[in-house]
């Protein structure tokens, strides 16, 4: 058995944390996406009132400030990842999370507190964005070091599963009370606080999960090892560094684009409803989550470089006229079929990104190496996406969003041509 081996694990063992892992995963997600789903409903709570965009704008710059925080949970949880094992980091993420969700629960409204409101919905934001900036690395790694190399990519497929159906979760709630429960009227008054509160609320199960969830077999050999990471270790791996934010730059963005940004692109740009638009994104998300453990098998068997290199010259060149064309569909059904297309074309990164990080690093430093550089990336590039998008809009030049997406894939593309070929393995594998 190799150092750093999964064996040590029983199958059982293994397949309890995977999922302990990946359910805390989709919770997290949840509550983080649960802002951006009912933006749309809350943004006046918030705001003084103006043009929907202008609305619009104040909820995603908020969205945006919570991205800051990002690098810094990369780092204080990577380190805490590293040192005091996945497990304990998983763990304090999730309570974060799910605590701040609780905070905009309850928060009072503009109209009621005047600038406190939007000064405690930032607040809550900074919060959030400093648990989910742990969380990848984390999640990723202890993905990586608990399955068995030859489906490593196949389990790996399983974060971005359980992170877009936790954006899912978050739609299908909103789908509940539009088509079910609640007129627009009632959501738009109180109604887009529940979902905050059924994230919070799922915080004791998920803490319970993660509280006994197994260690990985590759952590504790290491620290029975005595080997300690941190930043100064980590500045030893420049390449790898370099490697995760020129893949995060293009992934990132993308996927911002199709995930995040879409649903309020088909209201804002394409008129469709809100209802409608919600209807669209939800289908389209379902089917990208049954993709990721395909494309993740598909890379056991022919390696990461070749979906990365995929993934980039599509991105390149595909995304103005696939945006384009997106622009001017007006059925309900186009729209969603080009959605899927883009889906499929992303597929490549999302499927993959988190073990070819992983891949990158030794195990005293890999959850940080993970979660540092891709958490600056995305506070940058991801987290500022929506706003670029509707700042490009309100200009009038709403197609200059579809080149700076364009673009930036293309610097991912140039990166995963740096990568080696071959079976990529975790470096205690040999």
């Known amino acids: 058995m ?69 690098p810094v949970g990369g780092w204080l949880m990577g380190v805490m990842a590293d040192r005091y094992g996945r497990r304990a980091a998983l763990t304090v993420s999730v309570s974060a999370m799910c605590a701040a969700s609780l905070i905009i629960a309850l928060c009072p409204t503009y109209e009621q507190i005047g600038l406190a409101a939007p000064t405690v919905l930032v607040l809550a934001r900074l919060v959030q964005g400093l648990s989910l900036g742990g969380e990848y690395g984390a999640s990723a790694t202890y993905l990586a070091e608990v399955s068995k190399p030859e489906h490593r990519g196949f389990w790996s497929g399983f974060l971005y599963v359980t992170l877009v159906m936790g954006q899912l979760g978050a739609m299908a709630v909103l789908l509940l009370m539009q088509y079910v429960l609640l007129t627009p009227e009632q959501i738009t008054a109180w109604g887009w606080r529940v979902p905050f509160v059924i994230g919070a609320a799922g915080a004791l199960l998920i803490f319970w999960l993660r509280r006994n969830m197994e260690e990985s077999a590759t952590f504790k050999k290491k620290q029975d090892e005595g080997e300690r990471g941190g930043l100064a270790v980590l500045l030893q791996h420049p390449r790898a560094v370099a490697t995760v934010i020129g893949l995060t730059i293009g992934g990132t963005v993308s996927f911002y684009t199709f995930t995040i940004y879409m649903q309020k692109f088909l209201a804002n740009s394409l008129g469709f409803g809100k209802d409608t638009a919600t209807l669209i994104s939800a289908g389209a998300l379902l089917v990208f989550a049954a993709m990721q453990p395909a ?113 930036c894939a293309f610097c991912t593309l140039l990166t995963a041509l740096t990568l080696p070929g071959g079976d990529a393995k975790l470096p205690e594998e040999g």
């Open 295 to 407: 494309f993740g098998a598909l890379s056991d068997r022919i390696g990461r470089k070749p979906l990365l290199v995929a993934f980039g010259v599509l991105g390149t060149l595909g995304t103005v006229p696939l945006m384009s064309a997106l622009s001017a569909t007006h059925s309900p059904w186009g729209a969603f079929g080009l959605i899927i297309v883009a889906f499929a074309m992303i597929s490549g990164y999302t499927a993959i990104n988190p073990v070819v990080k992983a891949e990158l690093f030794p195990t005293r430093i890999r959850a940080l190496g993970v979660a540092f550089p891709y958490a600056v990336t995305v506070s940058i590039f991801g987290g500022t996406a929506e706003y670029v998008a509707l700042w490009s809009k309100q200009a009038g030049h709403e197609s200059w969003f579809f080149w700076y997406v364009s673009a």
């Open 2 to 70: 190799t150092a750093g081996s999964p064996d040590e694990l029983t199958n059982a063992q293994r397949l309890r944390g995977v999922f302990s892992g990946s359910a805390g995963n989709l919770l997290e997600y949840y509550d983080w996406y649960v802002y951006s789903a009912f933006a749309l409903y809350f943004a006046h709570a918030f705001f003084p009132h103006g043009s929907p965009t202008a609305e619009l704008l104040n909820t995603a710059a908020v969205f945006a400030v919570g991205f800051l925080m990002r």
